[in-house]
């Protein structure tokens, strides 16, 4: 059976993100995920996989295109690359820290989400740095939000906000306060991690799910401990995953659900191999 022609059981629609792949081609990536029954790819643009600020980044996003069409891949983007903007400060700037060149990355994130038809562009907010009040954060972030919803509705592309531990916004309250800060505008949807929502929220991780319904347009999946935000292969942290799974089925969630594993590139394959696994395994028969 040939790559395009690998069969994938039906249900939820399980990815994998490129940020667990740097050790891999791009290319070479893609071929091993769809290989293993993946749906799609959580793609993290970055120097070494898609470098938005490439001079040929246009034909790279044409060609990427075509692959992830050939081997019946989905894609969402992902705008969390440590060292893409400052190769000192990991993260750095952000929207609260140096609004314009994080602003600029988002929208270029928007038009090549545009050019591969993707699902969705995630983003955060970042941290707030200390000598900054929080009124003058959520200025600088809805000022940010907006710059980037106005590329989002003119290119079709929906926004997924996540919520992060350690920054500015780190919980579904936080997402629900910039939300109301900006009107509420429809572009702006939620990318839930579910390990950050054992790793802070009081709410059970289907309740959170819950919560989310039909804002939701981007769900990252990987185990966590309560309190402490590392990102855990599944079954070494405190998750019970299939009534995660279930909660999204309830709320007819239909995007990509990709593992996030971003340090777990040594052994990429194998990883991606237990995962998928896993998953199906913890997928309750609707």
């Not at 029954?37 to 600020?53: E, K, M, N, R």
């Not at 989905?74 to 602003?103: F, W």
Request: contains cysteine; charged residues 25%.
């Amino acid at each position: 059976m040939s790559t395009t022609e690998v069969a994938r059981p039906p249900g939820l629609r399980f990815g994998y993100g490129t940020n667990g792949f740097t050790d891999h081609r791009l290319d070479e990536a893609l071929f091993v995920l769809a290989e293993q029954g993946y749906s799609g790819v959580a793609l993290t643009l970055d120097h070494a996989h898609l470098d938005p600020f490439a001079t040929d980044v246009r034909t790279r996003v044409a060609e990427l295109r075509r692959n992830l069409e050939r081997l019946g891949l989905g894609v969402v983007v992902e705008t969390g690359a440590r060292y893409l903007l400052d190769p000192r400060r990991k993260h750095h700037p952000t929207l609260l820290s140096e609004p314009g060149p994080r602003i600029d990355l988002l929208q270029r994130a928007v038009r090549i989400a545009a050019e591969l038809n993707a699902e969705a562009v995630s983003f955060w907010s970042g941290a707030k740095p200390p000598e900054l009040d929080a009124e003058t954060a959520w200025s600088r972030l809805t000022e940010g939000c907006s710059a980037v919803l106005d590329t989002a509705v003119e290119h079709g592309v929906p926004l997924g906000f996540e919520p992060e531990p350690g920054m500015f916004v780190e919980t579904l309250d936080g997402f629900d306060e910039l939300a109301r800060r900006l009107g509420r505008p429809a572009p702006l949807g939620l990318t839930l991690d579910i390990g950050h929502c054992r790793c802070l929220e009081p709410a059970s991780v289907p309740d959170c799910v819950r919560r989310a319904g039909s804002r939701l347009v981007n769900v990252q999946i990987d185990d966590m401990r309560r309190g402490l935000h590392e990102h855990l292969e599944f079954g070494e942290g405190e998750i019970d995953f299939p009534p995660v799974l279930a909660a999204l089925r309830e709320i007819g969630y239909s995007g990509l659900v990709a593992v996030e594993l971003p340090r777990h590139s040594h052994a990429a394959p194998t990883v991606a191999q237990r995962s998928i696994h896993f998953l199906h395994r913890a997928e309750v028969p609707a």
